[in-house]
């Protein structure tokens, strides 16, 4: 596998493009995108696990239904969730101007949207400059660069990425781009994420392997606690580039390096994702090892990625570990305090500061260099088992609180 540039271009027959039409009037940036297919894809998708939804999520939520996603069409500015009846109606409407414009089916349209809760969806504002979003259509990085901005708010870093690997001797490739910055924990985060390949694989294949690579890394990702209402993933596989279509979800080689391939997609896009929280300066990936299982190991790594303490203590570069082993105490899984080790570690070195639950003695001095780097690990041996896993989180700043203070101004 090798990365590649040109993002949800990168496969053969995709084509990406974006606009601004001014949905939110202050801001001079692109706010309406557009992916598309030339050919029919197989598709499948992940949506927020939050009881309220926004219109947009129900109705792909609906669409995907058929396995048939051909075009996505998204805007940031306002997220069209808690509008009532009109925002379903401007959902759908959204689906049929780029059904209209690409002559497809509306069902083979997946509708995003990002942006403010509870303000009416201007709808106008798309259907007047359909045309020119269709136009901007282009298969080569400028396309996938002019779409990626539009779905922006908040961040300030691309989200990006492309992959090739060989199945079946055929050359296949993976495209992504991402956005999300705040409002994201585990359980998908206020996130948008379209993944586009040119592989051939049949649309309940893909929707298997798209979860267990959900379930690795989106699903392992928190900034601040908050689930969103609108967050998708949505996956496009259009079969252009050739290769013999997976149709199991056994472990054979074809499944394999296909699932492996979107694996490292994703948790490539949620460490950006993570990188790049609100306010944040640094990346923190927190592994816990040797638990009874996998899902116990999740559970302890999410609730230290998770507290607000342990975040604080990373912006601040203290070696305060009682404040992880005190997140995985109110974990909802079982451990062995007494048996339980804490690392710190980053590019400046490694430092244990904890063996079977008691301090141990560390410079104070060595333990703030190694976490005063932007990237840091904390390192948590249980001993408990096998089971482990990691979680990507970052630190806790005073400008998250600048940045949603002010949010809707």
């Not at 696990?49 to 609906?62: G, I, P, S």
């Not at 996505?72 to 969730?81: M, P, Q, R, Y």
């Not at 999300?180 to 206020?190: D, L």
Request: proline letters at 2%; aromatic letters at 4%.
């Amino acid at each position: 596998m090798k990365e590649i540039s040109g993002g949800v271009c990168a496969p053969k027959g995709f084509l990406a493009g974006g606009i601004r039409c001014g949905i939110k009037e202050s801001s001079p940036k692109n706010d309406l995108a557009l992916v598309y297919s030339q050919k029919p894809c197989a598709a499948a998708a992940m949506f927020t696990q939050n009881k309220v939804k926004a219109a947009c999520v129900t109705l792909t939520q609906e669409n995907i239904a058929g396995g048939k996603i051909r075009a996505v069409i998204a805007n940031s500015g306002n997220a069209n969730a808690c509008t009532g009846d009109d925002g379903m109606k401007a959902a759908r409407r959204m689906a049929h101007l780029a059904a209209d414009a690409l002559s497809l089916d509306p069902k083979e349209v997946a509708v995003a949207s990002t942006g403010v809760i509870g303000v009416a969806f201007p709808i106008t504002k798309i259907e007047n400059n359909i045309g020119v979003l269709k136009d901007s259509l282009r298969s080569d990085g400028q396309g996938h660069s002019d779409a990626l901005s539009a779905i922006m708010t908040t961040d300030t870093r691309k989200k990006e990425i492309a992959v090739e690997i060989s199945i079946d001797g055929k050359p296949v490739r993976i495209g992504a781009m991402a956005k999300g910055s705040g409002m994201i924990h585990p359980n998908m985060a206020t996130m948008l994420c379209f993944i586009t390949t040119d592989a051939a694989i049949e649309a309940g294949v893909l929707d298997s392997i798209l979860r267990r690579a959900v379930k690795k890394s989106f699903n392992r990702l928190t900034v601040d606690g908050d689930t969103s209402t609108n967050d998708m993933v949505v996956i496009m596989a259009n079969s252009e580039a050739g290769n013999r279509s997976i149709k199991s979800n056994e472990e054979g080689s074809d499944f394999k390096i296909f699932s492996d391939a979107l694996e490292y997609v994703c948790i490539a896009l949620a460490r950006m994702m993570a990188r790049d929280g609100e306010g944040a300066t640094k990346l923190v990936t927190v592994t816990v090892t040797g638990a009874a299982d996998e899902q116990s190991a999740e559970t302890l790594a999410k609730s230290a990625a998770s507290s607000n303490l342990v975040k604080t203590a990373c912006f601040g570069a203290d070696a305060n570990w009682g404040r992880v082993l005190c997140a995985l105490g109110y974990a909802k899984a079982d451990f062995t305090p007494e048996k339980t080790d804490v690392s710190f570690k980053s590019r400046q070195g490694e430092i244990q500061v904890c063996k079977n639950g008691q301090p141990v003695s560390f410079s104070e001095e060595t333990a703030k260099k190694i976490l005063s780097c932007d990237e840091i690990e904390i390192l948590i041996s249980l001993k408990d088992g096998k089971g482990e896993a990691s979680v990507w989180g970052c630190d806790l700043t005073y400008d998250y609180v600048k940045i949603n203070g002010d949010y809707r101004s």
